[in-house]
């Protein structure tokens, strides 16, 4: 029987990544305003109106670091995999050189060994 479900689409690694960090920060924060005051009140604790401009803030400063490394790493994954192609070549014209290097030696040995043998009859 078809599958007739929408395959749903995986998040962005950098989107994921920021989620997370910014899931975690949020937990942190929460905890440490409501359990803090109860082991230290007199404490510095910041106010709850602020908490969602803090996470939203967080957001977006984490965001654009996730996007940012992750465009990063493309470009030296692009980088290495374009100098790993640049070496290729250089090889492979190295090798068709060396080929023909010694295709050439050998028929220079062939004519040397021809002119030899003229020169002793």
């Given at each position: 029987?078809?599958?007739?479900?929408?395959?749903?689409?995986?998040?962005?690694?950098?989107?994921?990544?920021?989620?997370e960090v910014v899931g975690a920060l949020t937990?942190?924060?929460?905890?440490?305003?409501?359990?803090?005051?109860?082991?230290?009140?007199?404490?510095?604790?910041f106010e709850w109106w602020t908490f969602p401009?803090?996470?939203?803030?967080?957001?977006i400063f984490v965001g654009l670091w996730s996007y940012h490394e992750e465009r990063q790493a493309?470009?030296?994954?692009e980088q290495k995999l374009k100098a790993v192609k640049i070496e290729a070549e250089r090889l492979k014209k190295q090798q068709a050189l060396e080929a023909q290097t010694?295709?050439?030696a050998k028929i220079r040995r062939q004519k040397n060994a021809q002119a030899q043998n003229r020169h002793k009859k």
């Open positions: 029987m078809a599958d007739n479900k929408k395959p749903h689409k995986k998040l962005p690694k950098w989107l994921k990544n920021t989620l937990i942190f924060m929460a905890g440490y305003n409501l359990i803090g005051p109860l082991f230290y009140p007199q404490g510095r604790y401009f803090s996470i939203i803030l967080a957001l493309k470009k030296a994954e010694e295709q050439r």
